[in-house]
């Protein structure tokens, strides 16, 4: 606060103190047995491609909003800022790279291969020079992925710019998959979600994406304070990029996006049972019993009761962070629920015993 007096003694020039001191969000996801966890998102652009964005600023973003690791795909062939910049392929990941290291994120060096389908979008992670992935056929572009020792995803295959009616896989990425250089796809991608994508990535044994592929201001998109931006949950055997590309190479990811969670049954049930716990029974009322569930992780979880015979409600929404109560009826010990937002095939859900 500036008084009259030091106004009067400071004419030709007063300081405001307008700096703020930035904080990050913390975002709780239970480790699980062995492994780490891990919030990432493997799809970001900045002005080196098609963004709005300075690198060192998408770092500063991931960093505030929980994240801790993150990959710059800016695209090789789509560059519509390109009279205004100089540098190569590789300058959005050299000028963030320091940046990222002061806030303790992992920068998985990444370009976007970005073609008409079939191919359609792929990002291309660990590589070591993005130049040499600027190739004029896709196939000379994977290829040089292969020669970097690099992975692969597909993004948003059911795009509907590329794939309007339908979502379908290509021979071409059956054949990435037979060759063991596609190892994942993302299920959701900025908003999102497709539902069979998850199926192929069950059936094939390969990682579960969900990124933003954001472009705008990330604020200007999704409600950072309440919310959170599509994540991809890692389980990884430490933090380090050794750690991240074994648990990609491993299919040990989860996507969470909106209230969603989707991924291969094991993990996520893993994932729920280090997040919520049910009490013994602490109060009895004729013949019903209390219970508390509580949840100590910042996801959702979303309960639809397969035995309604015991009394319990037919469904209920466990939030993060919360603990409810839950009246059953004397003597139960145990009922089956569905996890109507927790989805481990196209048509399926997980089921769990709440014990």
């Known amino acids: ?10 004419a030709n020039h007063i300081q405001l103190d307008v700096k703020q001191n930035i904080q990050r969000k913390n975002i709780h996801i239970p480790n699980i047995e062995g492994y780490q966890s891990l919030k990432g998102d493997f799809h970001i652009h900045t002005v080196f491609s098609d963004g709005l964005v300075w690198p060192t600023i998408r770092v500063r973003e991931c960093w505030a909003e929980g994240l801790d690791v993150m990959a710059i795909t800016d695209h090789l062939e ?7 910049m100089k540098g190569d392929h590789n300058s959005s990941y050299d000028l963030a790279v320091q940046e990222a290291k002061k ?30 992935l600027d190739k004029k056929k896709p196939e000379k572009a994977f290829e040089a992925v292969r020669e970097q020792n690099g992975l692969m995803i597909w993004n948003h295959p059911g795009w509907k710019a590329q794939q309007a009616d339908t979502c379908r896989i290509y021979d071409i990425h059956k054949q990435l998959i037979k060759e063991g250089r596609l190892h994942g796809m993302e299920v959701m991608n900025h908003t999102e979600w497709y539902p069979i994508v998850l199926q192929w990535c069950i059936d094939h044994q ?13 604020g200007y998109v999704y409600d950072v304070k309440q919310s959170h931006r599509p994540m991809t949950l890692l389980f990884a055997k430490e933090k380090s990029f050794t750690g991240v590309r074994e648990a990609i190479e491993s299919a040990r ?9 989707a991924g291969p049954e094991d993990l996520l049930k893993q994932l ?3 997040s919520v716990q049910l009490s013994s029974p602490y109060y009895k009322n004729g013949d019903m019993e209390y219970l508390e569930l509580s949840n100590n992780s910042d996801l959702q979880f979303s309960f639809l009761n397969e035995t309604p015979e015991n009394g319990a409600p037919a469904s209920f929404i466990l939030k993060p962070g919360k603990t409810i109560i839950v009246k059953v009826k004397k003597g139960t010990r145990s ?20 014990m």
């Open 272 to 274: 729920f049972e280090a």
């Open 253 to 261: 990811t989860i996507a969470w996006f909106d209230y969603q969670l």
């Open 335 to 354: 009922f089956r629920c569905t996890l109507d937002n927790c989805h481990i095939g196209m048509f399926k859900n997980l089921q769990v015993e709440l």
């Open 103 to 132: 806030h303790n994120i992992l920068l998985i060096k990444a370009s976007e291969i970005t073609r008409s389908m079939p191919p359609g979008h792929l990002n291309a992670f660990f590589i070591e020079d993005a130049n040499k």
């Open 206 to 218: 390969l990682a579960v994406f969900a990124n933003s592929d954001i472009h705008d201001v990330n």
């Open 78 to 84: 789509y560059l519509p800022h390109k009279k205004f």
């Open 1 to 10: 606060m500036i008084t009259g007096l030091q106004a009067q003694q400071n």
